[in-house]
Nanobody, 124 residues
Framework: QVQLVESGGGLVQPGGSLRLSCAAS????????MGWYRQAPGKERELVAT???????HYADSMKGRFTISRDNAKNTGYLQMSSLKPEDTAVYYC??????????????????WGQGTLVTVSS
């Protein structure tokens, strides 16, 4: 059973910083793209940032310059460093990853997995 577990959310004041972590566990052969998404109350889930296995990054426009996505392939862990946080950044943040896992008959397959989410609240 493979899973992603996020951590690091919490309450932070406007202008503050937080670092989220996303740890993948289970029998994983490799991790392709990892990404962070968020869903604010009453809104649809939106992309925050993605990072490829080679380290290429992509950010939503509103996060550029404030958020930094990174990963440690040796630890099967992704990170989202958030700074200059605003009240409108309040949301549940979800990690997503494309995992290469063993399949029957010695084959492999790709699985897209979501974490359970971690709440980030930006408020004074």
């Amino acid at each position: 059973q493979v899973q992603l577990v996020e951590s690091g959310g919490g309450l932070v004041q406007p202008g503050g910083s937080l670092r989220l972590s996303c740890a993948a566990s289970g029998t994983i052969l490799s991790i392709n793209t990892m990404g962070w998404y968020r869903q604010a109350p009453g809104k649809e889930r939106e992309l925050v940032a993605t990072i490829s296995s080679g380290g290429s990054t992509h950010y939503a426009d509103s996060m550029k310059g404030r958020f930094t996505i990174s990963r440690d392939n040796a630890k099967n862990t992704g990170y989202l460093q958030m700074s200059s946080l605003k009240p409108e950044d309040t949301a549940v943040y979800y990690c997503n990853a494309d995992l290469l896992v063993p399949f029957m008959g010695g084959l492999t397959r790709s699985r897209a997995v979501w974490g359970q989410g971690t709440l980030v609240t930006v408020s004074s």
